[in-house]
T-cell receptor
Framework: SQTIHQWPATLVQPVGSPLSLECTVEGTSNPNLYWYRQAAGRGLQLLFYSVGIGQISSEVPQNLSASRPQDRQFILSSKKLLLSDSGFYLC??????????FGPGTRLTVL | AQSVAQPEDQVNVAEGNPLTVKCTYSVSGNPYLFWYVQYPNRGLQFLLKYITGDNLVKGSYGFEAEFNKSQTSFHLKKPSALVSDSALYFCAVRDIPYTNAGKSTFGDGTTLTVKP
């Protein structure tokens, strides 16, 4: 069966510090991968998606970036965090079923 | 373009009563439709989906949803609500054919509160 992992689970970072969030998927090959941000427990904002290694599409211009160095690894990064980057970050994957399967999320607080 | 609307931010029902969480969509072709549930500080969990076939789709935890093409709706329903159903519910839509890397558009979510 497939599983998706995210870490860390929670993170508190000062403004201006760098960020690296990691997402890995097990039990499938060549999944589509997604990064979402959820603010204040409401709607999902799609940040990035990837259809393959090294292929990244950005949905929203911002100070975040994403990379996919391996087939089942998706990384969200920032060189300098802003207060507005605080939120709940969710990674998801999908394959032929079209259903998206979400990771447990990372709660990021920027102070 | 695809879009989805959840017109109610909050739905309150008493335990044992039927519940409905509303969703309407807009797509250029035929839709794939999904419902997900989110518990506090957790990721979203898949409940059910409509691809084709019967308009009434049954999913996890006793939930079902009815696809209505003429009204472009996909309302989530349950005959008898439980307190444990209290959560945030998301409707999502994806247009067919398979384009845009399988991206779905999510509604803003509806908070369901079931009171004992």
């Amino acid at each position: 069966s497939q599983t998706i992992h995210q870490w860390p689970a929670t993170l508190v970072q000062p403004v201006g510090s760098p960020l690296s969030l990691e997402c890995t998927v097990e039990g499938t090959s060549n999944p589509n991968l997604y990064w979402y941000r959820q603010a204040a427990g409401r709607g999902l904002q799609l940040l990035f998606y990837s259809v393959g290694i090294g292929q990244i599409s950005s949905e929203v211009p911002q100070n975040l970036s994403a990379s996919r160095p391996q087939d089942r690894q998706f990384i969200l990064s920032s060189k300098k965090l802003l207060l507005s980057d605080s939120g709940f970050y969710l990674c998801a994957w999908t394959f032929s079923s079209d259903t998206q399967y979400f990771g447990p999320g990372t709660r990021l607080t920027v102070l | 373009a695809q879009s989805v609307a959840q017109p109610e931010d909050q739905v309150n029902v008493a335990e044992g009563n039927p519940l409905t969480v509303k969703c309407t969509y807009s797509v250029s072709g035929n839709p794939y439709l999904f419902w997900y549930v989110q518990y506090p500080n957790r990721g979203l969990q898949f409940l059910l989906k409509y691809i084709t076939g019967d308009n009434l789709v049954k999913g996890s935890y006793g939930f079902e949803a009815e696809f209505n093409k003429s009204q472009t709706s996909f309302h989530l329903k349950k005959p008898s609500a439980l307190v444990s159903d209290s959560a945030l519910y998301f409707c999502a839509v994806r247009d067919i054919p398979y384009t845009n890397a399988g991206k779905s558009t999510f509604g803003d979510g509806t908070t369901l509160t079931v009171k004992p």
